[in-house]
Each structure stands twice: as structure tokens, then as C-alpha cells.
């Protein structure tokens, strides 16, 4: 029974081996195959040939800062909230209702961002912003989307500071507040910035929203405007795979896709990785 | 005297405490940090409270006239009127089937090695770390997976883009979840249920099967239907294995023909379509296949939470 159980566990390694494999082989395919001043062009349209993957990658991040703006002030917040003020009562009742949020399709966020962030709140705040599709509207609901992980990350962070700390400073005299942020946060601050990371390399790989909300399906001008269309590293790469561009199963343009998918593997591996040795690290010291 | 601590005496004790401590003054600077923090939580509920009010206003025009014949309908991209969500259900049960019979008995496979045989060795740690890693990888970058090993490599096996390619594909991107979830569960069986029946004479894979995987199985189950609530609602990587997003009418065929064919769909996939069609009428359309799938999460979630208050045990 043993080396059944075992090849269950061996399989998980033949799937990383293949996604590296696939976007390696094929990414280098692309690389060698395309003309070199592609790459670094007027933007990103794949029909035309024009391979400016800093149009992308521009476009993530600015999207993945928009999401940050939301998603820091709110998820750690109610980290905090949740984890050093709730009562335990309210904390049971009010913990799932977070949870909720993380298990909102992307889709329905997408939808969400054309049908009520777009118009109330962007388009009205913000003069001159695309009245359809911009890249502000699909930043705030990717923001929506990370809440739950850096609540659920940070939270359990500063819980697994012991009671000991607390209470010590408590015994010195500090008040709650004075406790909470001079001596329970710096001790879980590893936990913290785990939570960061971990939300920020989700924000980055989330597709739907931006594909539904950024707009710029077929291709983009490099451009640094939040509120006009805009075009992401996950958002081309749907754009490629569903065929929008008329470019699907063949050629250059198509092998584009695993270019992107390389560079996106890379970034969310490093993220993750790092992620998950501070998380650890909160772990073994206490 | 651990009076601070929020589990043994509740965080009003400790309040109290404070209270004391500061000779009855409420600090004024400290009201307004924790005030903060609560709006903080409270802005969260609000976003989930606007959503689905959002969703439901957008859904309302559909939900109130035309609700059974919207859900028995075909997908249609000209004609807003006569749009449904048939096939994409149809498609997500499907793919949600094939999920529950490859991805559950891997992942939980993986999770007794893990937990169960190999100890603290090598291979272990090497694949909690894989494991760790894989639940971190972008939904879009599986589909490039599948994409590349179920739609052209095993494509005599699956049939290209079809159903099964996409249900495999969906099977591998929860399977990291599974994993995660059923090891928790193991885990938590404490060391006196193995060690009485190791000490009765039952062999290891005896202990397994008839003592620690029963007393596990709720822990699992939750955590099984938990991935597959994130299944239903993945559409990234079945834009890349084939979901079908222009041709809005195809998938009308049977099941068997569907399967073996190609030509299918989902509820996240079909939303992706009507979102991208444009008029008022279609927005009406989307908000109410958006709350259909979103009824659909929300009622595979309770599902699970209830299994869990219903079989849940301590030790």
C-alpha cells in the first residue's frame, strides 16, 4: 500500500516538473524566435507583433498597487481587529463573513467592477477616467479579492503571539493600543509581511477581473494611466488563449503566451517562496 | 495571571483590566485607534453587503420574470431575451464530477503518505514545500499546463478541448488544496487512536483504513467540497484548455456527445461571454448567471460547514 500512497505524493512533483518544463521549452522557443527589438516596442499587440512585455508588466503592477492601496489598510486592519480587540463572540461571528469574500468567484468580482465600481465610484471621482473599462476599477475589485488572504495570513500571525508578551506589557502599564503596536505587531511582524507578499502575488496572477474590467482584450499602448484600458501579463495571456486575437493554436503571437506565463511563474514562485519562509519563521520562534 | 489572555477570560476582562489600570479614563487617542480598526473589518462587510445587493439589482429584471426559463435556456450571444445558462451548468457539473474522482483520491492519497508514512524523511519535506508552492500558482498558469498536457499531448485520450481536458485541468489546480486540507485533517487524529490499534495486532495500512481515515473523514470531506466550491468558480485556466466563449450556441448537443466532442462551457466561462457582449440587456443577463454561481459557491460552502458542525469531533 505503501508505494501507492507514495506515487500519490511523487505525482505532485510531475506536475510542477511539467509546468516548468512546458513554459521553459516553449517561452525559450519564443525567445529565440522573435525579433529582438519586439520586445521592447510601442506596446503589447501580438497580431501586430509588437512584444512589449513592459506594457504588461506595467500594467500588473499598477493594478496590483491599486489592490494593495485597498486591500493593506482594510485586511490588516481587520487582522488586528479580529485577532487583539474582538470579543471572542464577535470574532465568531464576524471571521466567516471575511471568509465569505475569499470564496467569491473572480468572475463575479469582474462583473461587479463594470457594473458598480466603475460607474460609482471611479468614473465619478476621478474626472477623464474611461467610462467602460479602466485599470483603477479592475485594481479596487483584485483590492476586493486579496482582503480575505491578508486578514487570514495576518491574523493567524499575531495569534501565535504568546499571551506571555501581552501580558507583560500589561503588567508594565501599557494600554491595549500601546500593546498592540509596540510589542505584539513587531513580534509577528514576520507574519505580517508574509500576509503582504502573499496577497500582493495573488493580486498579480488574478486574471478574470482584469479581464473583464482593465479592457484592452486585443492589445495596448504602453501607457502609466490607471483610469485608461489597460493590459496585464494575466489578461493577455486569456486574451491569447481564448483566440480574441485571432491568433490561437499557431505561430509566434501564440507562442507569446508561454513567454508571459514563464515570466508570471517566476515572479508568483519567488513571492510565494519568500511568503512562505516568513510564515514558518513565525512558526519556529514561538 | 494571564488576564489579558482573550481565550481563557475573554477580552472584556481584560478591558476591564485596562480600565482599572488607567483609573477609569477611557483614552480618548486609543477610542480612535480601535474605532479605526473596527471600520477597518466593518468596510469589508460592507464591500460583500454592496456586491450582492449589486449583483441582485442587476439580477432583479431576469429573477422576477424569467427565472426557470433563464436557467433551462440556451446560451445566446444575439438575442438577450431567450439567453440562458443551460450548458454552462450542465459543463460545471460535468467538470465538477470528473474533479471529485481524480483530484479527491490524489490529494488525499498524497495527504496519508505525507502524514501517515513518510515521517519527517526528505521526500516529505521536498513535497510539503512542492505542495506549499503549487497551491501559490496563478489559476491561469494551470491552464497553460493543461493546455500543453491534457489538450495536445494526451489529446488521444481526452479528445482535445473538451470537457475532460478541462475537468483535468480543474482537477490539478485543486489538488494542492486538497492535499493541504486532508493533511490538517490527519493530523489533528490524535496518536492514541493509531497506537491502540497498532497495538492490537493491525498492520499500518489496517490502522489507516479502518481507524484513522474514519476518524479524518469529516476534516477531509469539508476540505474536499471547499475545493470544489473553488472549481465551480475557475475560469482562467478553461479559457486556455478550450471553454468556449464566441460561439455561444455550441454545447446544445447530449452529454455523451458533449463529452466526447468537445464544445463546452461553465457558469464562470458563460459570464466571462456575457460580460464581454455589450447593452443593458445583457448586463441583466450577466448579474443573473453571476447570481447563480454565486448561489451555487455559497450553497456548496454551507454544505461543507454544516458537514463539519455535524461529524466534527474532539479529542
Given at each position: 500500500m505503501k508505494a501507492f500512497f507514495l506515487t500519490a505524493a511523487v505525482t505532485t512533483f510531475v506536475i510542477t516538473l511539467l509546468i516548468i518544463y512546458t513554459l521553459v521549452n516553449d517561452a525559450w522557443g519564443f525567445f529565440v524566435n522573435v525579433p529582438k527589438d519586439a520586445l521592447w516596442s510601442l506596446g503589447w499587440f501580438p497580431r501586430r507583433e509588437f512584444f512589449d512585455i513592459k506594457t504588461l508588466i506595467m500594467g500588473s503592477l499598477m493594478v496590483t498597487g491599486i489592490a494593495m492601496l485597498i486591500a493593506v489598510p482594510i485586511g490588516l486592519g481587520s487582522a488586528i481587529y479580529l485577532s487583539e480587540f474582538a470579543r471572542p463572540k464577535v470574532r465568531k461571528i464576524l471571521k466567516p463573513v471575511v471568509e465569505i469574500l475569499s470564496g467569491i468567484p473572480s468572475v463575479v468580482l469582474g462583473y461587479f467592477a463594470i457594473s458598480f465600481i466603475n460607474p460609482n465610484l471611479i468614473v465619478r471621482f476621478f474626472d477623464g477616467a474611461n467610462k467602460a473599462f479602466n485599470i483603477a476599477a479592475a485594481g479596487v475589485a483584485v483590492g476586493i479579492l486579496t482582503i480575505p488572504i491578508i486578514t487570514s495570513v495576518a491574523e493567524d500571525a499575531l495569534r501565535a503571539v504568546p499571551n506571555a508578551l501581552r501580558e507583560a506589557s500589561f503588567g508594565l502599564g501599557a494600554r491595549r493600543v500601546a500593546t498592540t503596536f509596540r510589542v505584539v505587531f513587531p513580534a509577528g511582524i514576520s507574519g505580517v509581511v508574509a500576509a503582504l507578499i502573499l496577497g500582493m502575488s495573488r493580486a498579480i496572477g488574478e486574471t478574470m477581473v482584469v479581464a473583464i474590467a482593465a479592457g484592452a482584450v486585443g492589445g495596448g499602448l504602453f501607457s502609466l494611466d490607471p483610469f485608461q484600458p489597460g493590459q496585464t501579463m494575466t489578461a493577455a495571456m486569456a486574451a491569447l488563449g481564448f483566440g480574441s486575437d485571432q491568433v490561437a493554436g499557431s505561430g509566434l503571437a501564440f507562442q507569446s503566451l508561454y513567454f508571459i506565463g514563464f515570466v508570471l511563474f517566476v515572479i508568483t514562485f519567488l513571492l510565494n517562496l519568500v511568503g512562505d519562509r516568513l510564515v514558518r519563521r513565525v512558526r519556529e520562534e514561538y | 495571571m494571564a488576564l489579558s489572555s482573550p481565550e481563557k477570560y475573554g477580552a472584556k476582562s481584560a478591558a476591564t483590566v485596562t480600565e482599572r489600570l488607567s483609573s477609569g479614563k477611557r483614552h480618548l487617542g486609543d477610542s480612535v485607534v480601535e474605532i479605526g480598526l473596527l471600520a477597518a473589518l466593518m468596510s469589508a462587510l460592507l464591500i460583500l453587503l454592496v456586491l450582492i445587493l449589486s449583483v441582485l439589482e442587476n439580477a432583479w429584471p431576469i429573477l422576477s420574470t424569467r427565472f426557470g426559463d433563464f436557467l433551462s435556456s440556451g446560451l445566446d450571444a444575439s438575442d438577450a431575451a431567450n439567453a440562458g445558462v443551460w450548458q454552462a451548468m450542465r459543463g460545471t457539473l460535468t467538470m465538477a464530477i470528473i474533479v471529485s474522482l481524480v483530484a479527491f483520491p490524489l490529494g488525499v492519497a498524497c495527504a496519508v503518505y505525507l502524514e501517515e508514512?513518510?515521517?519527517?524523511?526528505l521526500l516529505a519535506r521536498l513535497t510539503r514545500i512542492n505542495v506549499r508552492n503549487l497551491a501559490g500558482v496563478p489559476s491561469i498558469v494551470y491552464g497553460i499546463l493543461g493546455l500543453a498536457v491534457f489538450v495536445k499531448f494526451a489529446g488521444g485520450f481526452t479528445g482535445g478541448r473538451t470537457v475532460i481536458a478541462g475537468g483535468l485541468t480543474l482537477s490539478v489546480l485543486v489538488l494542492p488544496i486538497v492535499i493541504i486540507t486532508a493533511s490538517e485533517a490527519l493530523r489533528a487524529v490524535p496518536r492514541s487512536i493509531r497506537e491502540g490499534a497498532l497495538g492490537v495486532g493491525a498492520t499500518q495500512w489496517e490502522t489507516i483504513r479502518s481507524h484513522v481515515l474514519p476518524a479524518a473523514a469529516p476534516g477531509i470531506l469539508t476540505g474536499t467540497v471547499l475545493s470544489l466550491s473553488r472549481a465551480a468558480g475557475e475560469a482562467a485556466p478553461l479559457l486556455l484548455v478550450g471553454g468556449v466563449t464566441g460561439l455561444l450556441t455550441t454545447g446544445n448537443q447530449g452529454l455523451w456527445e458533449q463529452i466526447t466532442q468537445g464544445g463546452f462551457t461553465s457558469m464562470p466561462v458563460a459570464i466571462f461571454s456575457y460580460a464581454r457582449q455589450t447593452g443593458a440587456d445583457f448586463r441583466e443577463v450577466t448579474g443573473a448567471a453571476s447570481l447563480v454561481l454565486l448561489v451555487l459557491v455559497v450553497l456548496i460552502n454551507a454544505i461543507a460547514i454544516l458537514l463539519r458542525n455535524r461529524f466534527e469531533k474532539r479529542w
Open positions: - | 508514512y513518510a515521517g519527517k524523511s
